[in-house]
């Protein structure tokens, strides 16, 4: 089975520019994370999708950032414009939706974007 | 304050060790208690989960929670050069559909000399 997949795995970019960043989660898992680990710092929630829906954004750190998951499979996150304290880890991770037991999250490689 | 407090490291043990790798944290609500093992450049993956307080063992892996003083740590004995990674540890609530966020520690940098 495929596991957690990230595109790109590593991105430079001006600030200012734009930039994408794709996760796709394990096939049938209905819940998908990012989190985002800056240098020096812990790996720290972004957001939280149950299917296409955002179930808790509460981590996003501005309105530059902008996530979405049509249909319910794969999910992007764009930044722009990129400032250079966006730079860091992205990691991207997905679990079942199986109710009332623990639902282990499953981590990409991670993409990492660094803005010069 | 942080929600969750790990050691950085580095820590530097010889083979056949027993490693001891500890987090606290602040909040009460934490039920779901995890530890990820990262290698350089790979995603964190999952090493072991316990729930609540008490002790989990998994070969040479035992993890242990302490509630009552909001204390975790991971053990691991005979401790291999492939034990050489960065060891997080991760908190989360209990909810009724237990999809929750994760709160993680810095992590800790663990090499093991042959």
């Known amino acids: 089975e495929a596991g957690v997949t990230q595109f790109p795995s590593h991105s430079v970019i001006e600030k200012g520019q734009t930039v994408t960043l794709r996760c796709d989660p394990i096939s049938g898992h209905d819940n998908l994370y990012w989190y985002r680990r800056v240098m020096g710092k812990e790996i720290k929630f972004l957001l939280h999708f149950v299917k296409e829906s955002k179930q808790d954004e509460s981590g996003m750190p501005n309105n530059r950032f902008l996530a979405e998951r049509t249909g319910g499979t794969y999910s992007t996150l764009k930044v722009q414009p990129a400032e250079l304290e966006d730079s860091g880890v992205y990691f991207c991770?997905?679990?079942?939706?199986?109710?009332?037991?623990?639902?282990?999250?499953?981590f990409g490689p991670g993409t990492r974007l660094t803005v010069l | 304050q942080k929600e969750v407090e790990q050691d950085p490291g580095p820590l530097s043990v010889p083979e056949g060790a027993i490693v001891s790798l500890n987090c606290t944290y602040s909040?009460?609500?934490?039920?779901?208690f995890m530890w990820y093992r990262q290698y350089s450049r790979k995603g964190p993956e999952l090493l072991m989960y316990t729930y609540s307080s008490g002790n989990k063992e998994d070969g040479r892996f035992t993890a242990q929670v302490d509630k009552s003083s909001k204390y975790i740590s991971l053990f691991i004995r005979d401790s291999q050069p492939s034990d050489s990674a960065t060891y997080l540890c991760?908190?989360?609530?209990?909810?009724?559909?237990?999809?929750?966020?994760?709160?993680f520690g810095s992590g800790t940098k663990l090499n093991v000399k042959p």
């Open positions: 909040n009460s609500a934490f039920q779901y």
């Open positions: 991760a908190m989360s609530d209990e909810t009724l559909y237990n999809f929750n966020k994760f709160y």
């Open positions: 991770a997905s679990s079942q939706g199986r109710v009332g037991r623990y639902n282990e999250q499953f």
